[in-house]
């Protein structure tokens, strides 16, 4: 049983790069998060026409060392080629294959509140590869209505729903008392990750993935970075 851990296997196993292939290893999960934002970064360089970018310009633009980039990248193999850089296009496609962005993933949201709806209506998960198939809430007043064409279907769909449309990803946007009873009923599914926006911690099986969103931690430590900030300027 498990909730969250310090380090992250690589979940491909067997990775390739470049012609060569990686036994799979243990990946820190520092390491993990900063992939996203070399994701991020690289897109955009993409898309301005940018062909290549030495580690010291990818630093200066992310405030991370170029040490740090080598470091990271290193535990894939490494992308660049010395005295050239990196390589944008190939640098932005292979970090999207490690992440899983080569392949479709279907996620449900259970909870059609004012997050629950904010969540299906940003657009952007589709450009990742994240298609919103469904959206369940338990208040009948709630059912039938739509998000961007996704109707609200009633708890009771919850896992039918799951095993017909091949869903990976169930994001939960509802109170913590109603949240455990439903994770007990998601785990019984094929379901691969959660998404818990619920104040409580989850308790799941083996080989289910949960990435735990507490949106008043991240304003506490906002709070606590105004307070130092202030008190340096005393």
């Not at 990742?128 to 209505?145: A, E, H, S, T, Y």
């Not at 949106?215 to 506490?220: F, G, R």
């Amino acid at each position: 049983m498990k909730t969250d851990c310090s380090s992250v296997k690589n979940i491909a196993g067997r990775v390739r790069f470049g012609g060569s292939t990686l036994e799979e290893k243990e990946i820190s999960q520092a390491v993990i998060s900063r992939l996203p934002r070399y994701f991020r970064y690289l897109g955009e360089l993409k898309d301005e026409g940018v062909e290549r970018i030495s580690s010291q310009d990818l630093s200066e633009l992310m405030r991370v060392t170029a040490s740090q980039i080598r470091q990271d990248f290193n535990n894939f193999g490494g992308f660049g080629q010395q005295g050239y850089g990196y390589n944008v296009e190939y640098l932005y496609d292979e970090i999207g294959k490690i992440l899983g962005l080569d392949r479709q993933h279907n996620f449900v949201i259970i909870g059609a509140g004012n997050l629950g709806r904010a969540l299906g209506n940003y657009m952007n998960f589709e450009r990742r590869g994240f298609i919103f198939r469904g959206m369940f809430d338990q208040n009948p007043d709630l059912v039938g209505q739509e998000v961007r064409g996704v109707k609200v279907m009633p708890m009771e769909e919850l896992e039918s729903f799951i095993r017909e449309n091949e869903i990976d990803i169930a994001a939960l946007t509802i109170p913590k008392t109603s949240a455990l009873d439903v994770v007990e009923r998601l785990v019984k599914t094929p379901i691969r990750a959660i998404w818990n926006f619920a104040h409580v911690d989850l308790n799941v099986p083996e080989g289910i993935q949960v990435e735990n969103v507490h949106l008043s931690d991240s304003l506490m430590k906002l709070s606590y970075n105004i307070n130092r900030y202030l008190k340096e300027q005393v």
